[in-house]
């Protein structure tokens, strides 16, 4: 990660006075090269086309072509969170230069081709698999790609130390051109190597020297890394003592020196105090909260455990919830179908706390019911009385009616059968004399009896034009 | 080529480690391989059969993921129409037909496992294969889904499947077995 600047590599090298009159000379001579920097560049970027077409930039950003990164648009790290929607659904990445179908589904165009390429005769659309074929894809709008061609990704080498947020459709240009950790071709005609752009000046930086130290041969580009690395004589510089100390000393060193600053071992408990090695055990031995810390260590164990007991305890009681309320649930749809059978007239729908209000209920109900068709039960009976006494009385007229008319028959049956009988006694008057004293006796018999009929009769006649109007 | 579907991977597997709306499914790699994983499926009381049964299983991934499917292995013993069963080769070799064994124990069978372009078995349309649009997501959530419902139309686990449409009550008594066992395991 830390590649040596050229401050860097001047810094760490006091003793060499020639390397360092070398380096200062470059980095003069870097800002007058700028120049040469950009004619390089374009004789960079003309030879990245002869050797990279744009199609195979799918291989890992952690390896390198001959110095030159490679990267693949599908593995940058996006600086803000990209919305769903402009998600590849193959690559699900934001799409890179998306195609759609028919069906309006959206891919990279390259993801939707591999995947129709993968398929048999009979093309569908990966997602809604509706048919389709290869040539009926169609490019989005061109505001649409360079909307996603403006998001903003990390540099591909900000595994090397690259802090810089760009444009997606800018990353090539800026690894072309402006980033400092891609590797460049070094500056010195004699020299096939690459370094980092930031430390490319005129000079090459590969050409070994010994170093100051131990006398290895070393390029200057690596002389940092091996003073910190693997050279065994180089003496680091303490921070805290400002003694030197050699290399293989140094780690030994760090956990001695009396003048580092430490604080106190309770300071995660509480204890603010700081002071140095040499003075810190005489705290140690005073401090309340170093003593306490097993003990507070301990309690904080016994937390931790309760804490993920209580989780358990309360995943468990969430299951258990769950079922309760299914149990609920199926009750009261059994006490619902309950009450639609009952068929209630009238309440049915009224929620009941408990099994015995309900019954209550129903039993009331119920009575309401029976009393009312009581009622309606004796209303009936004497809506029947009125309307059988009507027709009786009625009847009974008819009846005395019929009477009259029967007994005015009789009369008159009377009369005729006397009529008829005084015919034939005078018949027999006139046959013999004895016979005439018969025959007056009989007639004054018959004047008499048909006397009596007559108003009889009148009546009779009144009797039936009586009826007659009773009728009408 | 690789490294693409490597760091499809990468990203999918971030993604449903940080996803919290996925119940009931855990996963990590193996040996830190991005093409392994390791998943563990925890089945919802619910299920009539394997409800509160912890699984584990393997997803094996191609090369070129995602145009074709991953594999997907049970370690626990499951006894279930689309997966074959644990069981001694012996027993192993009588039970399996003829499709069967092309794959070896555990492996699940359900169709969108099944690439696009072939079909050994002729019973699915290409309508219910691979697609590239499915993530693992989907594919652990198919196959808790087939947990639940199995499909014996094309059963992988003869015995199983026979057992399911038959006798219901033993089939169900086999689950509880596994259940049981994939608790012991933890």
Known sequence: MDDPSVDELLMGDPSSSVLSDRLLSDQEALTESRSYTRLMDADLRARLQLRRPTSSRTISNKSTENGFSVWDIRNLEYATEVDDNLMCPICHSPFVSPAALKCQHIFCRQCLSEALSHQQDNKTCPTCRRPTSSNSMVALPKVICRMLEELRVKCPLAFRGCNEIIPR???????????????????????????????????????????????????????????????????????????????????????????????????????????????????????????????????????????????????????????????????????????????????????????????????????????????????????????????????????????????????????????????????????????????????????????????????????????????? | MASAAAGLLGRQLKQMQTDKDIPGISCGLVDDNVFEWEVMLMISDEDRHYGGGFFRARLTFPEDYPLMPPKMKFESPIFHPNSIQFSSPDTDSANLGSSSKVYPNGEVCISILHPPEEDKYGYESASERWSPVQSPETILLSVISMLGSPNDESPANLEAAKMWREDPKEFRKRCRANVRASLGDE
């Open chain 1, 169 to 472: 459709g800018n990353v090539q240009t800026h690894l072309d051109r402006y980033c400092g950790y891609e590797e460049v071709l070094c500056p010195s005609e004699d020299c096939d190597q690459y370094l980092p752009r930031r430390l490319a000046g005129k000079e090459c930086l590969h050409e070994p020297l010994p170093c100051p130290d131990c006398g290895e041969e070393v390029s200057l580009l690596n002389l940092n890394n091996h003073r910190m690395g693997s050279c065994k004589v180089a003496e680091i510089i303490c921070t805290d003592c400002s003694s030197s100390v050699p290399k293989s000393m140094y780690e030994d060193h760090i956990t001695s020196c009396m003048e580092t600053v430490l604080k106190c071992t309770a300071s995660k408990y509480g204890c603010d105090f700081t002071a140095k090695r040499s003075v810190m055990q005489e705290h140690i031995e005073s401090c309340a909260l170093v003593k306490l810390a097993p003990t507070i260590a301990l309690q904080n164990d016994r937390l931790g455990e309760h804490a993920r007991a209580l989780k358990h305890l309360q995943q468990k009681n969430a299951v258990h919830e769950a079922f309760l309320d299914t149990v609920k649930d199926t009750l009261a749809t059994i006490a619902s179908a309950d009450l639609a059978t009952s068929s209630l007239p009238s309440d049915s729908a009224a929620p009941f706390d408990s099994p015995l209000s309900h019954l209550l209920s129903l039993h009331e109900a119920l009575r309401e019911e029976v009393s009312r068709v009581s009622a309606a039960v004796s209303d009936l009976d004497a809506k029947t009385d009125t309307a059988f006494l009507n027709s009786s009385l009625r009847a009974k007229e008819e009846a005395a009616h019929r009477d009259a008319v029967l007994a005015q028959l009789r009369v008159q049956l009377q009369w005729l059968v006397s009529s008829r009988l005084q015919g034939i006694h005078a018949a027999r008057a006139g046959a013999g004399a004895l016979g005439i004293s018969d025959t007056r006796r009989n007639s004054n018999d018959a004047e008499s009896s048909s006397a009596r009929p007559l108003p009889s009769t009148r009546r009779g006649s009144d009797g039936l034009g009586n009826g007659g109007r009773e009728k009408l």
